[in-house]
Each structure stands twice: as C-alpha cells, then as structure tokens.
C-alpha cells in the first residue's frame, strides 16, 4: 500500500513537472541593442526595433527636451526627458504625470513602483487609449529637475503577446545620478 501510494506521488509531482509551460529568458546583451545617451543615461531596446529619429547629437538629448523613437512594424518603443523646474516631490510629479496621460485619454492606468537592476527606483505606468486601440506602459525615473521615461506603446493584441519580452528590456533604463 505503502509503495502505491508513493508511485501516485511521484507519477503527480512528473504530471505536474510536465504540464507546467515553460520559460524563457530573454538575454537583453544578445537580443537588443545598447543605446548611450550622454554618459547619463543608456538602456537596451530589441535588436529587431529600428531608430526612427535621433538628435543631430546624441548627447543633445541629455541636454535638451528630445525623443528618440524606436519602431517594429506596429510596435513603438520612446525615450524622452522632459525639464521640469518645480519643487515638487516624486509623489506629486507622479500624480501629474497620470493626470496628464489621462488629459491625452488614457484609462485604466495603474501605477507601481519597482526597483530596476541598476538600483533606482521607477514608477511604472500602465494603462490604454480606448480611442486608438493602444496599450502602453512607461518606466517614469523623476530627479530634482529632470523626468526620464522609456516606454513600449501598442495595438492590444501585440502588447499582450510581447509585454514580458518588452518589459525586460525597459528595465534596462540605467541613470548615472551624480
């Protein structure tokens, strides 16, 4: 009796191991493309986006408000620094940044706030724009006097499909603060 039911487990534990869908990892060094803005700013986007615009300098970006534009086929990856001379507090710049996505007619978006590999702490914004059948979600870092977003805007089917594959890469975002 013993020896069946101990048969019953392992043959449980090999279904369970079998039906359990499998993983992947996506190596971002062998899979993307590192972009350096300045010597402040760099992150890696998929090696299958093409830059669609860039500064006439690269390092103007870190100096001026500017987007850089990635694209595959319907997939659209941003990265921007907006100026932002306020005193306000992360808190705040948060709840303004919302507000103003949700001015421009985004709905359902939430917000959270993990912490990146290279050790800074981000808003994440998700959410969507009923109007074009989009989803995005931005990766939001505010300084004193600067905001840095790296974002993937798409149609929803996309975005559902390849969200995880993208959110490896927008995680990437790394800020040199000194």
Not at 17 to 25: I, L, M, N, R
Not at 143 to 166: G, H, L, P, Q, W
Request: charged letters at 20%; aromatic letters at 14%.
């Amino acid at each position: 009796m013993k020896r069946i039911k101990w048969l019953l487990a392992c043959a449980c534990v090999l279904l369970l191991a079998g039906c359990q869908e499998e993983s992947t990892t996506t190596n971002v060094v062998k899979e993307g493309t590192l972009y350096e803005v300045g010597t402040e700013v760099d992150f890696y986007y998929p090696s299958s986006f093409t830059l669609t615009n860039q500064a006439d300098d690269a390092a103007a970006i870190a100096t001026t408000s500017n987007t850089i534009q990635f694209q595959d086929d319907d997939e659209l990856l941003i990265y921007m620094i907006t100026y932002d001379a306020t005193e306000n507090t992360s808190d705040e710049k948060k709840v303004f940044y919302v507000s103003e996505l949700e001015q421009y007619g985004a709905t359902g978006v939430t917000v959270s706030q993990p912490i990146l590999e290279s050790g800074i702490t981000v808003y994440e914004v998700t959410g969507y724009y009923n109007d074009i059948g989009m989803r995005f979600k931005h990766i939001v870092y505010f300084s004193e006097d600067k905001t840095y977003i790296y974002a993937y805007r798409a149609d929803t089917v996309t975005y559902e499909s390849r969200i995880d594959y993208i959110t490896t890469f927008l995680k990437t975002l790394t800020i040199d603060k000194t």
